[in-house]
């Protein structure tokens, strides 16, 4: 009888290690769906740094290693990585897109932001033309829809309201969203729409895209079918709601005159979330010289544009390459300094862009260029980032 008893908890334990054998084998399929593509590159990504940090501009001076002055890709993964102009929620209106799946028609998804070591990312809502009629409603679901996108995340996305919501989401190695709007018509004919969106989590709205609206003429319609004007009285005024809401002013699209008309009414920094530098490629979506220098004047940002057509004279002929990103940057450094340089590619709107920047898995690819072009470690965090941060908390909090 006792041999019979150890034979039976002999096969019992037999079986157990057998079992759990088999579990260790077979570990990837009990995760969540699609982590077994994103955790190699979670493990890598400059999000899961932040927890090393309270706040990411001590990141400049409290960095110690010295492998990150010789090594451009450790520097990359190691700094805050923010776009703050993105068209991924277009191609879910469009085609169908998810943001949580790897696309195959899609510049960028939270894979490729992982891959290419992005933390902090502005989607825009674009609003096409057939839709802007209605645009407040459209723009209230494209924010619906990336909202839906945070639930289904798996808690690897979260859409950020605030500075310390930023420092919070990448300090849990999230993805960081925030929103902003492209095209005023989103706001029609009643600048209380301004703290509504605010509300909803909106923290920038492009006066304009190339359509004129209520509040003022674009820069394309200023340019190609000669339109005067530049802010309307509406348009002062939602100048100034903004302002005292906390909403950033994005002045890319905007003509020339109401850029000018914005600079002399707001008193809070603005931006340019994707424009380039109309000296290098005189382009009516590029700002002049003179452009550039008032934003830098009144402590803002401008996020370089990623789009071949904006980068070069002959590239929508002929294409570019991220030397000529580098060029416009090395521009704005010399014009204005290195405090108001940023990232704002363009991703998914439709844009052809540089050929050895094709997607958001090559951000890389530019630390690297700007490391190799003489950009020291801490103008390189600025312009990958802390520019961005520095503006977005000043005005929104």
Known sequence: MRKSKKNILFK????AAAISLAVYLNRDNFKFPGWNNIEPTVKTAGMNQMNLYKDPENKITEMKDSTEKTDPVKLHFDALVADTHNDFLWQVYDKGADLNKRNSFTQSD????????LDIQVFAVWIPMKK???????????????????????????IAGNYDDIIRITGEKKLCGLIGIEGGTAVENDAENVKRFFDMGVRYIGLTWNNSNLIATSAKDAVLNGKKGGLTEFGKEVVKKMNGTG?????????????????????????????NCYSIDPHYRNLTDEQIKAIAKGNGYIGINFYDEFLAPDG???????EKII??????????????????????????PPRDLRDATQYPELTK?????????????????????RVFKQVCG
Do not use: C
Request: glycine content about 10%; charged content about 25%; hydrophobic content about 40%.
């Open 12 to 15: 019992l334990l037999i079986s």
């Open 110 to 117: 939270i894979y490729k932001f992982r891959e290419g070591g």
């Open 132 to 158: 802007v009629k209605t645009s407040y409603d459209f723009t209230i679901s494209q924010i619906d829809r990336l909202r839906e996108f945070q639930t289904l995340s798996n808690g690897q996305f979260e």
């Open 247 to 275: 909403m950033l002013i994005d002045v890319s699209h905007l003509s020339e005159a109401a850029f000018w008309d914005v600079i002399e009414i707001s008193t809070q920094p603005i931006i340019a979330s994707h424009s």
């Open 316 to 322: 929508k002929k002929n294409g570019a390459d991220i």
């Open 327 to 352: 060029e416009h940057i090395d521009h704005i450094k010399e014009t204005a300094g290195i405090d108001f340089i940023g990232i704002g590619s363009d991703f998914d709107g439709g844009i052809s």
């Open 369 to 389: 260029r700007l490391f190799e072009k003489g950009y020291s470690p801490d103008e390189i965090r600025k312009i990958l980032g802390l520019n961005f941060l």
